[in-house]
């Protein structure tokens, strides 16, 4: 079995920053890409930033602002978010696409962003 246990979730004013981390553990042979999700109040879960090997991909609206890295060596991604806007207030949902025996998506149980303005 694998989990994603997340971390770094908070209050925090408005152009403030905060660090989120996710961490993967379980019988894990291999992780392909590892990303960020949101999902704010009434809002559909949308895709936030994602790192494949060194490559990465960002929403628009967190470009220049946020940035995703990972330490492959701990199966554990980052999310370095600054410049903090409310529009950014959601629950963060790491996903991982991981090889066990099987090869299949899993997902953290979110940890809460609050920016207040």
């Known amino acids: 079995q694998v989990q994603l246990v997340e971390s770094g979730g908070g209050l925090v004013q408005a152009g403030g920053s905060l660090r989120l981390s996710c961490a993967a553990s379980?019988?894990?042979?291999?992780?392909?890409?590892m990303g960020w999700y949101r999902q704010a109040p009434g809002k559909q879960r949308e895709l936030v930033a994602q790192?494949?090997?060194?490559?990465?991909n960002y929403a628009d609206s967190v470009k220049g602002r946020f940035t995703i890295s990972r330490d492959n060596a701990k199966n554990t991604v980052y999310l370095q978010m600054n410049s903090l806007k409310p529009e950014d207030t959601a629950v963060y949902y790491c996903?991982?696409?991981?090889?066990?025996?099987?090869?299949?998506?899993?997902w953290g149980q979110g940890t809460q962003v609050t920016v207040s303005s």
């Open positions: 996903k991982a696409e991981v090889v066990t025996t099987l090869y299949r998506n899993y």
């Open positions: 379980g019988s894990i042979v291999s992780i392909n890409a």
């Open positions: 790192i494949t090997g060194g490559s990465t």
